[in-house]
């Protein structure tokens, strides 16, 4: 495949080629593709772009897909982007921008890299494909798994909510609760590896070391906001930020376009993690190395899609941190959930604490002063609220029994929260 230049580990140094790259080589590193972007900006211009239909896979030059005929699709990207006039007035911010990530099919930016990484197992000659997550990665790859035709077998924690199993049964996934066997030691992530090993699934979970090809379809988040702002991207992005993949993922998609001079700079990105588990947060403060990351000691925070105590792809995003001079923040559980129910009422998303806690950091970072008012900014968000329904069901009024009678109704609404 031509397109595509190096293919290299981005902690032990192996190179590979197109016939040999697995999805991972068990060092522990996520094997990164660079991409020939002079060969390919022959037929990805901006003229181009604009003839082809919105979504994913209209950058399949820039994804590690050797066939058109593989990929497996329902619709993903081509999200949103739209203005947020109630929010910014409140915030008294000029230039707010929501990418809506809900609206994907399984729910979450999940499907950007997952699709891509089914879609290569499935050119690959895959049968099974696993993850360890109770979350979204696993609602997504169960989604694209069952499109494909493929198994999908999910590790989940011994205490993973019911609602959430229920989406991956629905889907046809078979689920497996693991039990916790040593402190500190995550048990779903250790059964994976084992499994991949012994059966030769193909690992599908949403981090770059485990499966490489998925880290390049988050690429497309970035690209489609360079296309939807015109070519001129915004001052700042800010991330929820668990295991790094989302923000380093995005960050090359719009380096990449810079290099093949569709976008004359790109934006300073802000990794956003909860107080309750801030891994990449602490490490870019104390400059730590960015393949030792020192892991968190927990990960209690309502936001429990950004509860990675080993941020697997945290020296991706420490790397454009310091290429893109950006920011990092931890917030509060509490700020989430006011972020939550404000875009709900104000904007009418609906989202998950996960989706919404980039917008906990932009209001900390504005009153800082560090990000100034009138500035362009851009926040995704990233999941669903119906991924968790306890939290808004908790933040909001209960719903009141009334008699048919308007008297009554009155009454209620004099005493409505």
């Avoid at 696993?130 to 198994?151: D, I, K, P, V, W």
């Avoid at 039990?179 to 250790?190: A, R």
């Avoid at 497309?220 to 993949?245: C, H, K, M, R, V």
């Amino acid at each position: 495949m031509t397109k595509i230049k190096t293919i290299k580990c981005a902690k032990c140094g192996k190179v590979y080629d197109e016939s040999t790259v697995p999805p991972n080589d068990g060092c522990g590193g996520r094997i990164d593709f660079e991409f020939d972007l002079e060969k390919i900006k022959e037929t990805i211009t901006k003229d181009s772009l604009e003839k082809r239909i919105p979504g994913l896979w209209k950058y399949f030059e820039l994804m590690p897909l050797k066939h058109r005929k593989n990929i497996v699709t329902l619709g993903e990207g081509g999200t949103p982007l739209v203005k947020s006039k109630r929010l910014g007035d409140v915030w008294k911010l000029k230039n707010l921008s929501i990418k809506i990530e809900t609206v994907n099919p399984s729910g979450s930016f999940k499907d950007r890299p997952i699709c891509v990484g089914v879609s290569r197992a499935l050119e690959d000659g895959a049968k099974t494909v696993s993850a360890a997550s109770s979350g979204n990665a696993a609602a997504s790859m169960s989604t694209f798994a069952a499109r494909a035709g493929l198994q999908a077998v999910v590790f989940v924690p011994e205490d993973a909510p019911k609602g959430k199993l229920i989406h991956l049964r629905t889907l046809g996934a078979k689920v497996f609760r693991v039990k916790k066997v040593k402190e500190g030691v995550d048990p779903t992530t250790t059964l994976l590896l084992a499994a991949v090993a012994e059966f030769g699934w193909t690992p599908s979970p949403s981090f770059g070391p485990f499966n490489c090809f998925q880290f390049e379809g988050t690429k497309s988040l970035g690209y489609e906001i360079a296309e939807q702002t015109q070519w001129n991207p915004p001052d700042w992005i800010l991330f929820p930020t668990g295991s790094g993949g989302l923000m380093a993922g995005t960050m090359k998609g719009f380096w990449e376009f810079k290099e093949m001079g569709l976008i004359d700079s790109i934006p300073r990105p802000v990794v956003v993690q909860p107080e309750g588990c801030a891994p990449i947060v602490r490490a870019f403060k104390e400059n730590q190395n960015p393949l030792e990351i020192t892991p968190w000691d927990s990960n209690e925070t309502v936001a429990g899609g950004l509860a990675d105590p080993f941020p697997w792809d945290g020296d991706a995003a420490l790397k454009y941190l310091k290429l893109a001079k950006g920011e990092v923040i931890a917030v509060p559980d509490d700020e989430i959930e006011k972020a939550l129910v404000l875009l709900g009422k104000l904007e009418g998303i609906f989202a998950e604490p996960s989706g919404v806690a980039a917008l906990a950091g932009l209001r900390a970072l504005v009153e800082q002063g560090t990000i100034d008012r009138s500035d362009r900014i851009v926040v995704p968000i990233t999941g669903s609220g119906f991924k968790d329904l306890a939290t808004p069901d908790r933040l909001t009024p209960q719903v009141q029994l009334i008699p048919p009678e308007t008297a009554a109704l009155k009454k209620a609404l004099e005493n409505y929260e």
